[in-house]
């Protein structure tokens, strides 16, 4: 048993109760493993994976629900709320949704058949239990004159695919939250895009409430000008705003080294800079910020260990490795109190 001092130290989601939910993306490892932590610190929690199409119906007849019914039944026990994620990405969805029985592409009419019976099947399973949904993850394209990513969803069912993923989703669970999330979603280019895109849905009477931003940031991007910016542009839209997937690299994202077995001072001292920042401006927007996630609870588990850069650790958390408070912890406590 790891000796945890994070039990003792005052819990992040009471100091931002009249604020907004503070989450954690889980898996059924950390459930264990970083249980003391997850119950203490955090009153919301989202499926790492467990909740994506490939995890939850590999195949045609067949939905494995296991892992994700035992994260619903931690957070009763614990009497947190969950993030659902996600209904609809280009990512972790098996071939099989876009093969008809010959192994050709399938049609229009049956992708969208398949992908209502998914989001009917998923999103009433958890009905009431599950307040918001990512319904469409990462759509909008990185590059340049083009505002859709490409993908077999795009290519098959065309843009209407997404609107046809919100439209199913209210109709299984009217009373959830329904979110487009995506990355790089303070980058001043790729923000227009988000921006244009949930417009075009508003325009359109979708019932979409809400973007997420994932937040996946680093020590010096982006700039807290440039998320300002996108808050408000997003704001100005009449959206919900949750903080998804937050996480601090120490690398920047062409920082390569592979040598470090901790962060250094410098790093952690800079990290805790960059969260108060982050959390003072959540304070600020906090009408229309309602939860903020992090992807992860503690420095002893995260995607980013071994990526992008393979055989390199990173820290991006409040908590270290042991489970005890970083200065990152402390700066965000004191924003809180502020
Ligand atoms: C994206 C997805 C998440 C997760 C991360 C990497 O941000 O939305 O579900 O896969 O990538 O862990």
Do not use: C
């Not at 650790?313 to 200065?327: A, G, I, Q, T, Y």
């Amino acid at each position: 048993m790891v000796y945890s001092r994070s039990d003792v130290s005052p819990r992040l989601h009471e100091a931002f109760g009249q604020q907004f939910l503070i989450g954690a993306a889980v898996n059924p490892k950390t459930l264990v493993t970083q249980r003391e932590l997850l119950t203490h610190h955090f009153n919301s929690i989202t499926a790492e994976n467990e909740m994506k199409f490939e995890s939850l119906h590999p195949a045609e007849d067949r939905y494995t629900f296991t892992d994700a019914d035992r994260l619903m039944a931690f957070a009763k026990a614990n009497g947190m709320a969950v993030r659902g994620h996600t209904l609809v990405w280009h990512n972790q969805t098996p071939n099989w949704v876009f093969e008809d029985r010959s192994g050709g592409v399938v049609d229009r009419e049956a992708l969208l058949t398949r992908m209502k019976s998914h989001i009917e099947t998923v999103v009433s399973r958890y009905k009431g239990n599950i307040y918001a949904w990512d319904v469409v993850n990462e759509a909008v394209s990185d590059r340049g004159g083009e505002l859709l990513r490409p993908s077999k969803w795009l290519d098959i069912a065309g843009e209407n695919f997404i609107a046809k993923a919100f439209e199913y989703a209210h109709a299984a669970d009217p009373g959830a939250l329904l979110f487009y999330n995506d990355y790089n979603e303070s980058v001043p280019e790729k923000r227009e895009k988000i921006f244009a895109l949930v417009k075009s849905l508003k325009e359109k009477d979708v019932p979409i409430h809400g973007i997420g931003l994932q937040a996946h940031w680093n020590l010096e991007h982006p700039s807290v000008d440039d998320i300002r910016q996108a808050i408000e542009r997003y704001v100005g839209l009449g959206m919900k705003l949750h903080i998804t997937e937050l996480d601090v690299s120490v690398f920047q994202h062409d920082d390569r080294r592979t040598d470090l077995e901790a962060p250094t001072e410098e790093m952690l001292a800079r990290q805790a800079e960059r969260y108060s920042q982050f959390f003072q401006l959540f304070k600020v927007y906090s009408e229309s910020i309602t939860s903020v996630t992090f992807w992860g609870a503690a420095d002893d588990y995260t995607w980013l260990d071994n990526f992008p850069v393979r055989g390199r650790k990173n820290w991006p958390f409040l908590f270290d490795r042991e489970h005890n408070p970083k200065p990152s912890y402390w700066n965000v406590m004191d924003i809180a109190r502020s």
